[in-house]
C-alpha cells in the first residue's frame, strides 16, 4: 500500500474514530500510542525507520537580504547546506501552533498570582469570580500602602519568579498611566503574557522540512518548487557517520492526526519556571511536528535545532551529502543549465522529472536534458535575445558619441546635400532629453536628413503636430550599410525606446548579420583612425 492509499485509508474511518489514529512516517497508528511515548522511546523508533534518502524541494527564486538579492536555493546546492526557518515563517500559518485555550490560561494565571498574594482561590471556579478577588486585593493594598509594592507576599521560591513579580507590578503601573479600569487592564496584561509567551514558544527553535519522495506532483506543482520551476534535491542518510551525528538525531517525523494535544496547564505551570529537557520535547512533539491531517501527503520529516541567532552565516547547516539533483520540468533552459553547472562541477548526478501521462504524478524524465529538443531550443532563444539586447544597447552607444544638434540649426545648406547626413539614424529629444522619435535618413535626396525635418513638404516632420516639442537631435552615420539594412536598425532602436511602434521580430540571422556589420564596421574605423 502506497502512502496516497494509507492516507485514503485513515480518511475512510468515521467519526470518533478518526480523533483516535494518526498518520507518521508513511504509517497509521494509534494516536494515544505515540502521545504515551517519551523522548526516548520516540527517537529510537524514528532511527530505526527512517528513510535512506530524503528530500527538499526548492523555488530557485531570489529574494531579497539586507538589500541585495539572495538566492538561498543554489547556496544550498552550492555549500550543501539547508536553512533552518522559524514556524513563522511556514505556508501554513498555524504550523507549529501550541493549542492552548486563551480564556483558561487566563484563569490559570489568576490562580498563580493569588497564590503569590496568599489568597485563597478555593470554591471559585470561572475567570470572573478569580479576577474579582484578585482586583479587590489590588485596591485594598493601594489603599493601605499607597502602591502596589507589597502585593507578592508570598515567599520567592526562584529567580524567575521574582522577576516575573517585578515585571507584572510595572506592567501595571505602565497600564494604570492610561486606563484605571483594573477590571480591563489585569485581562490585558495576562494577554501580552500569553501572546509574548506563545511568540516565544516558535522562537526557541527552527526547522528545516524533508519530504520522502522527489516525485511529489503536489509538493512539484505548489510554493516549494515554484510550480514545476524549481529543483529538488536528494540526501543520503550516513547513520552511522560521525561528522553527521547531530543531524541525524535531530531529525523526526511529523505526526499528522484530526485533534491536538490541549497544552493550556503545562504551559501556564512552565511560565516562569527554568526551561527543561521535557518543556523543549512537549513542544517540539505538540507543536513542531504536530500538523492537520490534510497535510499527510508530505509525509514530512523535520530537523529541529535549538538556534536562537538571526546570522543567517548560522541558520545555514551542513546536511547530508547531496546525491541527486531532479530539475523541474517547467524551468526554463537558462536556468537548467545554470543548474547543471554546478553539479557537473561537484559531480552530483542530475536528471529532469516530467508529469506522468497515465497518473498523477511526476516520473524521470528518459532523456538527458542536454539531449532534450526543449532544452537546446530554449538556449536558442536565450542567444537571440541576449543578442538582440547587445545590438540595441550598441546602437545607443554609437548614438552617444554624437554631439546633439540644436533642432534650429539644422537648414538645407549644411545638412541638405551634405553626405555625412545620409545612410543613419536620427533620434529627436524634448527639453527634458527624452527621446521621442527615432528615424532613418536613406541614400537619396527626399530621405536626407534635411528632407525629412524640413524639406520633404507636408511629410517633413515640421508639419506634424509633435514637432513642436523637439529641442534638439543626434545622428549616426553606418558606413557601409544599404538602405535595408539600415532600416532594420531602425526598428530595433524604436522597439527599444518607443513601444508605442510595434517591434516585427527580427530573425536571429538578421541579428547576428547587424551585429557582425558594426562590430566589422568599429574595427575598419580604429584603423583609419590608427592611419590617420
Request: hydrophobic share 30%.
Amino acid at each position: 500500500m502506497n502512502i496516497n492509499e494509507t492516507i485514503n485509508s485513515l480518511f475512510a474511518l468515521q467519526g470518533e474514530l478518526t480523533n483516535s489514529w494518526c498518520f507518521v512516517n508513511g504509517q497509521i497508528a494509534k494516536l494515544a500510542d505515540i502521545e504515551k511515548m517519551g523522548y526516548d522511546e520516540f527517537s529510537t523508533k524514528c532511527r530505526l525507520t527512517m528513510p535512506l534518502k530524503l528530500y527538499k524541494y526548492f523555488s530557485n527564486k531570489e529574494c531579497m537580504l539586507n538589500g541585495r538579492p539572495t538566492n538561498y536555493s543554489i547556496q544550498a546546492l552550492q555549500n550543501n547546506t539547508v536553512y533552518m526557518q522559524t514556524p513563522t515563517e511556514f505556508d501554513d500559518v498555524y504550523d507549529s501552533e501550541i493549542s492552548v485555550d486563551n480564556l483558561e490560561y487566563e484563569r490559570l494565571r489568576l490562580i498563580e498570582y493569588c497564590r503569590r498574594c496568599n489568597l485563597s482561590t478555593e470554591g471559585l471556579k470561572t475567570v470572573d469570580e478569580i479576577g474579582n478577588l484578585f482586583i479587590r486585593y489590588l485596591l485594598d493594598s493601594f489603599n493601605e500602602f499607597g502602591n502596589f509594592e507589597n502585593i507578592f507576599r508570598k515567599e520567592i521560591t526562584s529567580e524567575l519568579e521574582d522577576l516575573s513579580n517585578r515585571l507584572f507590578i510595572n506592567q501595571l503601573l505602565i497600564e494604570l498611566e492610561s486606563n484605571n479600569d483594573l477590571g480591563k487592564v489585569i485581562p490585558k496584561i495576562i494577554q501580552g503574557e500569553f501572546k509574548n509567551k506563545t511568540q516565544n514558544i516558535k522562537k526557541t527553535f527552527r526547522t528545516s522540512c524533508f519530504a520522502t519522495t522527489p516525485h511529489s506532483q503536489l509538493m512539484w506543482g505548489g510554493a516549494y518548487a515554484d510550480f514545476h520551476k524549481g529543483f529538488c534535491l536528494e540526501y543520503t542518510v550516513l547513520p552511522d557517520n560521525e561528522n553527521y551525528k547531530k543531524i541525524f538525531y535531530n531529525l523526526f517525523p511529523v505526526i499528522y492526526s484530526k485533534i491536538r494535544a490541549n497544552l493550556t496547564s503545562f504551559i501556564a505551570a512552565q511560565e516562569d519556571t527554568e526551561i527543561t529537557n521535557e518543556y523543549v520535547w512537549n513542544l517540539y512533539f505538540n507543536g513542531a511536528l504536530r500538523k492537520s491531517i490534510d497535510w499527510a501527503y508530505q509525509n514530512e520529516w523535520r530537523l529541529l535545532l535549538p538556534i536562537k541567532s538571526d546570522d543567517p552565516k548560522d541558520l545555514n547547516v551542513k546536511f547530508f551529502p547531496i546525491t541527486k539533483v531532479y530539475l523541474g520540468n517547467r524551468m526554463n533552459s537558462n536556468e537548467r543549465k545554470k543548474i547543471i553547472d554546478i553539479c557537473k562541477e561537484k559531480q552530483i548526478p542530475y536528471i529532469g522529472v516530467k508529469r506522468s501521462q497515465n497518473y498523477f504524478e511526476m516520473l524521470d524524465c528518459e532523456i538527458k536534458c542536454e539531449d532534450c529538443y526543449q532544452y537546446k531550443r530554449g538556449l536558442e532563444e536565450k542567444m537571440e535575445k541576449d543578442n538582440r539586447v547587445e545590438l540595441q544597447d550598441k546602437i545607443d552607444e554609437l548614438m552617444k558619441t554624437e554631439s546633439f544638434i540644436d533642432i534650429n540649426k539644422v537648414n538645407s545648406k549644411s545638412y541638405g546635400t551634405n553626405t555625412n547626413f545620409k545612410l543613419g539614424l536620427y533620434y529627436l529629444y524634448d527639453k527634458n532629453d527624452e527621446i521621442i522619435y527615432i528615424g532613418k535618413v536613406g541614400s537619396g535626396g527626399q530621405t536626407s536628413f534635411y528632407s525629412r525635418m524640413i524639406g520633404h513638404g507636408s511629410g517633413a516632420h515640421n508639419k506634424q503636430e509633435w514637432y513642436k516639442e523637439v529641442v534638439k537631435c543626434k545622428f549616426h552615420r553606418f558606413d557601409n550599410f544599404n538602405d535595408s539594412e539600415i532600416e532594420l536598425l531602425e526598428r530595433l532602436a524604436i522597439q527599444k525606446h518607443c513601444p508605442k511602434y510595434n517591434d516585427k521580430n527580427l530573425s536571429k540571422e538578421v541579428i547576428n548579420s547587424l551585429y557582425e556589420k558594426i562590430e566589422m564596421q568599429e574595427k575598419i574605423n580604429e584603423k583609419k583612425s590608427t592611419i590617420s
